[in-house]
């Protein structure tokens, strides 16, 4: 078998789908890539036991097809150091020993049989298809992942729940403390159905599809999804188990309301946390007339912080308390240069929305108070 390929397209190809491989396997060819060859078709697979990404790319020159496994850092550390130019491969079928010829020395290893490594999944004849626009997944999963817990005792809370209906597809992600609803009326399902994104294909598809300009095709089953970019197929397993009812934990009836500037709010958060208690982080909003006094203080060190900023402020006079972390990430991810938040009092939960919406698109982030010793 031999082919001559662009180091660059190939290192390229590469490092899109290495962060796909863990560090540490059970299945020792895990560590490694999947080559096949077929016709002048080079097709590069990296997988783990639940995620798979798949690429192809030209090349030429090529005599003899098949597959074999090669160890991802024998490929990819000595290409990293290379400059652009053509590589030449030449594979020895019958020991898979490789020898890999550039302009001036060459590379040589053994590799693995093709055979051994894990075939995905099929999905069942029962597989829903779904297509999605790039940028709107994108958006949603960055919208959405940051909220996500990384919980060994509750693994459904770990990733995203697509929710989908003959109306909509909203996008769901919550630790227990904080809460994302993204919702987007332009992304309809023929039925309802339902599953959950773990955080690891959510977070290479975050990398891969700023570059996509083609509807992204989901197929899936209960268990399975494949994912068809324009030049990627990932094939991933879902987390199993039933994502708690989110609807009910939003509070509806919310008298209290605030609109504020995000960035001066975020920037207030950012200076008076540091004078934070640093076990709790906890940030107290005290509302009143079109003013909030956000203020924060540690009483081991005798440190203390507060700020008032203005606001339009319609409710009764109140004090509450948020983890300032986590309020500062709510923030950091909304888009809009005003936010409103909503409150009923200060043991339930507060909502916070986008003062400009994004068209088609409905977002909701709640936050769950601290208790105040006052």
Request: glycine share 4%.
């Amino acid at each position: 078998m031999r082919f001559v390929v662009s180091s660059t397209a190939l290192l390229s190809h590469l490092q899109s789908i290495s962060k796909v491989i863990n560090s540490k396997n059970t299945l020792p060819i895990l560590d490694c890539f999947l080559l096949e060859l077929n016709d002048s078709k080079l097709t590069l697979t990296a997988a783990d036991t639940e995620t798979r990404l798949v690429t192809s790319l030209e090349v030429g020159e090529v005599e003899g097809s098949g597959k074999l496994a090669i160890n991802a850092r024998n490929l990819l550390d000595p290409l990293k150091e290379l400059p652009d130019q053509p590589l030449t491969f030449e594979i020895n079928d019958d020991n898979l020993e490789i020898f890999i010829y550039f302009h001036n020395g060459k590379y040589n290893f053994i590799g693995q049989s093709g055979e051994e490594y894990p075939q995905p999944k099929e999905l069942k004849e029962t597989a829903i298809s779904l297509t999605i626009d790039p940028q709107l997944l994108c958006t949603a999963i960055n919208r959405t992942l940051f909220a996500s817990a990384d919980d060994e005792l509750r693994p459904v809370m770990n990733g995203i729940y697509f929710d989908i209906t003959t109306e909509d597809l909203t996008f769901v992600a919550s630790d227990g403390h904080k809460l994302v609803r993204s919702k987007t009326l332009s992304v309809k399902g023929s039925e309802r159905a339902s599953f959950i994104l773990p955080k690891k294909p959510a977070n290479l598809l975050k990398s891969l599809l700023p570059k996509e300009n083609e509807e992204v095709n989901i197929k899936f089953d209960e268990n399975n999804a494949y994912i068809t970019l324009s030049s990627y197929t990932m094939t991933c397993r879902f987390i199993e188990g039933r994502y708690p009812n989110y609807n009910s934990v939003i509070p509806k009836d919310n008298p209290n309301k605030v609109v504020v500037d995000r960035l001066s709010f975020l920037n207030a958060l950012k200076r008076v946390s540091v004078f934070s208690n640093p076990a709790s982080s906890l940030v107290r909003l005290q509302l009143s007339d079109n003013q909030m006094l956000v203020s924060a203080q540690d009483i081991d060190f005798s440190t203390a912080a507060e700020e008032t900023i203005p606001c339009q402020y319609e409710g009764t006079a109140m004090n509450i308390g948020f983890k300032s972390n986590f309020l500062i990430e709510i923030l950091n991810n909304i888009p809009a240069a005003e936010v409103s938040l909503e409150l009923s009092d200060p043991s339930r939960a507060g909502l916070i929305f986008p003062i400009e919406k994004e068209e088609g698109e409905d977002l909701l982030m709640l936050l769950m108070p601290m208790m105040l010793n006052d």
